[in-house]
């Protein structure tokens, strides 16, 4: 079951059929406002929905029935076959996990290895940030949440990714330092889809502040400049008086 917030919200279900033609029945929560809606106050996806998006994407698992393949509006996925990996999106594996069909297998990105040379990277190069997946913070706290038990050396692998968060974290705010009324932006590459979320409203509204601080100071100046005999632009024109004839 997918849930973005709470059981109360309107629910529908979603027919799916396998190879066989018989119907596999998924149940999913949604909102009143569609997830790729922006918050009409804020202006930003609530974590959340930024999470609801991540569980589209695909990840392994190891299942431990048999059953036909799923044909979904994202595609085709299975067969099923005990011991047999195959890949899912991860909300399907939440589904299974939590019903005991499956193990989920962790992804490379979220090993002890992988995540100490990326933390190593971080540190190096302070002005940069180092290429992760655009939603590692939702979907490993899905995985923690979820599939803990399937997370070789979870507790280091969690402090890990805390100790990555915190790295990008303070490098995402020595980036805004850096805009100023000189400069109207900032080079941050390589940002999760947590991250943009996170800065999203204190970057848009304070670029929008220093446009329009920027036009105020233009507009005093291209209005001086229009006056008759002001600078560069020579005497004013004498204007031409007709005389009627007597």
Partial sequence: MRRLHSASQKRRWCFLTDAGGQPYQKQASVTPKMVTQFSAKSGHFLPSEVEFQAED?????????RLDALYMIKGEFGPFRPQIPTTVPIWLAVLLKKRGKCSIQ?????SVDELTSVIGREQEYA?????????????????????LNDIPNSYKVRALVEDLREVRYGKIQ?????????QSAAKLNNLSAMEVNMIRPFFTQALAKFYRLGE???????????????????????????????
Wanted: contains cysteine.
């Fill in 57 to 65: 994407e695909l990840i392994d698992i190891i299942p431990n029935f």
């Fill in 106 to 110: 962790l992804p490379e990105w979220m």
């Fill in 127 to 147: 002005a940069e940030f180092q290429p992760v997946h655009y939603h590692y913070i939702e979907i490993s706290e899905i995985l923690f949440d979820c599939a």
């Fill in 174 to 182: 020595d980036g805004l330092k850096t805009v100023d009324n000189r």
């Fill in 216 to 246: 105020r100071d233009v507009e005093p100046q291209s209005q001086a400049s229009q006056r008759p005999g002001a600078a560069g632009t020579g005497p004013a024109p004498q204007q031409r008086v007709l005389r009627r004839p007597r």
